[in-house]
């Protein structure tokens, strides 16, 4: 199984980056083989239809993102949406990136959920045709903090995310499983 996960902050010290480096810990944990990729570090330029030729970077997104089994995807909570460098992202990509594929979304805000900005990813998911996990990742005010080695302080937050990225792992099992050994 191979597990992307986009980080969609610009923000050096973001927590949904810190989250997300949590997470991909935890999957390989499971052996599962993880690639994350930081908009932060990895700078794709504005999106326009009219581009025909593909930017290296945004080439290996896309390449990245279509040879996953599943994907998660962070974003900090921007004016009660997701931000920027990941709509953008998301821009370059279309159903023969994201489809069929489930997807992880979690988002990190300055009040107590981040709400509105994941309704919004779930729905740029379902447009890309996406399957979109049964749970969902929100840190928000009270529960940002992280010990040195990445891990939340919170205890609960810690459930709360383990329990999530175990109903996505389910569900990409469950997506992934190879129809012929089922014959
Ligand atoms: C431009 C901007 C807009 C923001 N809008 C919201 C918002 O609508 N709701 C909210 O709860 N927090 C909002 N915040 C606060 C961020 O969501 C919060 O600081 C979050 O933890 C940032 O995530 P990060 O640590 O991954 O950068 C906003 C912050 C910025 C810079």
Known sequence: ???????????A??????????IGRLLQGHQISVTCIELKELELPLYSPDNEELNPNVQYVLEMVK????????????????SGVLKN??????????SGKPVLSVSSAGGPVGVSSLT????????????????WISIGAGSHG???DGVPLDAGMRERVEGAVEKFLD????????????R
């Open 146 to 148: 992280f010990d040195p």
């Open 171 to 182: 569900l990409t099992r469950m997506l992934t499983v190879d129809v012929m050994s089922l």
């Open 120 to 135: 919004h990813l779930q729905s740029i998911i379902r447009n890309l045709h996406g399957v979109n996990s049964p749970e």
């Open 1 to 11: 199984m191979k597990i992307v996960m986009i980080a969609g902050s610009n923000r």
């Open 89 to 98: 992202a998301l821009d370059y990509m279309n159903a023969s990136h994201v």
């Open 67 to 82: 040879s996953a089994d599943g994907l998660i995807l962070a974003t900090p909570e921007y004016h009660g949406s997701i």
């Open 13 to 22: 010290g973001a927590t949904s980056t810190f989250l997300l480096r949590y």
